[in-house]
């Protein structure tokens, strides 16, 4: 059975950084992207990036480039999401996610991932 805990999430004031981390167990996931996909009050879930298998890639989306970095560690089946100058508007429960076949792009849509964790609440005061 496929779980992804994830964890770092908390308040932190405007420009400062969390360090969102993701735990994965079930199965081994060095040869599957993981995205991190985040959802504020209100609104639709939307993507932030992802990593490819092999580390090799990263996509991100446009509000979080040069500001976030996704790295993983396929030793310990764990993904991180780094997150500097934060801003009110990143506020949301962020959510990390691996995609259901192996191999896949960094470029997948949300369709393209199985297995979602429970999500942490980050909030952003300005």
């Known amino acids: 059975q496929v779980q992804l805990v994830e964890s770092g999430g908390g308040l932190v004031q405007a420009g400062g950084s969390l360090r969102l981390s993701c735990a994965a167990s079930?199965?081994?996931?060095?040869?599957?992207?993981m995205g991190w996909f985040r959802q504020a009050p209100g609104k639709e879930r939307e993507f932030v990036g992802a990593?490819?298998?092999?580390?090799?890639?990263?996509n991100y989306a446009d509000s979080v480039k040069g500001r976030f970095t996704i790295s993983r560690d396929n030793a310990k089946n764990t993904v991180y999401l780094i997150m500097n100058s934060l801003k009110p508007e990143d506020t949301a429960v962020y959510y990390c996610?691996?995609?259901?076949?192996?191999?896949?792009?960094?470029?997948?849509?949300?369709?393209?991932?199985?297995?979602w964790g429970q999500g942490t609440q980050v909030t952003v005061s300005s």
């Open positions: 996610a691996v995609q259901s076949a192996p191999y896949g792009s960094v470029y997948g849509s949300e369709s393209v991932y199985g297995y």
């Open positions: 079930g199965r081994t996931f060095s040869s599957y992207t």
């Open positions: 990593i490819k298998w092999g580390a090799t890639n990263t």
